[in-house]
């Protein structure tokens, strides 16, 4: 169920869009509220969920919650919140702190990566870029050496399928690990993942092997079997295209807003009055 956070008038502010027909879920006392009031709230709370794609329940929560705003807001109308000096106090506020988000928005939509620049970026730091080396691998797991040596002695003399059916059997039968029901199964890893003596056994497996020796560890004994072994990769451009053109921008962004800041106040008349303060108590 998306959860979704108390949010504030201009968090559920209407989206500037024209407004059709279908587009309405719900009329409250002759006001609209439509899908794309819904969208701003949902995101409000979770940026990168989308209205359409939740399941009827969580819409029907969201328009609810539309539908008590607006009448908590007709209500806090009715009852003169709006003429208070306090409200009107606040309201100026919002209006800078929304000034300045929308202009900051601006900017960052302003900023622009080219995809060569997005490349370049990619293979001048490959480095960061690397899928880590990894491993698949089964085990069974036993209170101690004799049994590990006895279940390396059964699968020793078989290979290929038969040696992977046969570790499977026996690993559902007699391993005392919670893997146990799915065959020894640890699924993925990387180095470092599994305690030191187990991470050492299995990297120097080849695909396909057994350990030859039961291998100790904090745990009991094991007996490992390597699925695969997958050496360390550059990650696809594609895959991070949009990750590095996103920071890219963000650089940018970051570097223009740090300028203009400088310049404004360069040009600004600005007044400390904190050491005139601290003067006076002294």
Do not use: C
Request: proline share 3%.
């Amino acid at each position: 169920m998306l959860k979704l956070a108390k949010t504030s008038l201009l968090a559920v502010a209407v989206m500037a869009t024209s407004v059709v027909a279908s587009d309405i879920l719900v009329t409250v006392n002759g006001k609209n509220i439509t899908k794309q009031d819904a969208q701003a709230f949902v995101a409000a709370s979770a940026p990168q969920a989308n209205f359409m794609n939740l399941t009827p329940a969580e819409k029907k929560m969201v328009t609810d919650r539309l539908v008590e705003k607006v009448l908590f807001t007709e209500l806090a109308a009715q009852e003169g919140i709006d003429k208070k000096p306090e409200f009107k106090r606040n309201m100026e506020k919002i209006k800078d702190e929304l000034l300045v988000n929308m202009w900051m928005k601006t900017q960052m939509d302003n900023a622009i990566v080219s995809d060569s620049e997005a490349k370049a970026f990619y293979e001048k730091n490959a480095a960061k870029f690397m899928e880590p080396a990894s491993m698949h691998a089964r085990h069974i797991l036993v209170e101690n050496e004799k049994d590990a040596q006895d279940i390396i002695d059964t699968l020793k003399t078989l290979k290929g399928e038969a040696l992977k059916a046969k570790f499977i059997e026996l690993a559902k039968v007699k391993s005392t690990g919670p893997s146990a029901k799915n065959g020894g199964d640890l699924g993925t890893f990387t180095k470092g993942q599994m305690v030191p003596e187990f991470s050492k056994a299995v990297w120097a497996l080849e695909d396909g092997q057994i350990t030859t020796k039961p291998v100790k560890t904090q745990f009991g004994y094991h007996v490992i079997y390597l699925e695969t072994k997958s050496e360390a990769k550059p990650t696809a451009y594609e895959t991070v295209k949009d990750k590095i053109i996103t920071s890219l921008k963000q650089q940018q962004f970051t570097a223009k807003i740090t300028e203009v800041a400088k310049e404004l106040k360069r040009k600004a008349k600005i007044v400390d009055m904190s050491s005139d303060v601290n003067a006076t108590k002294k």
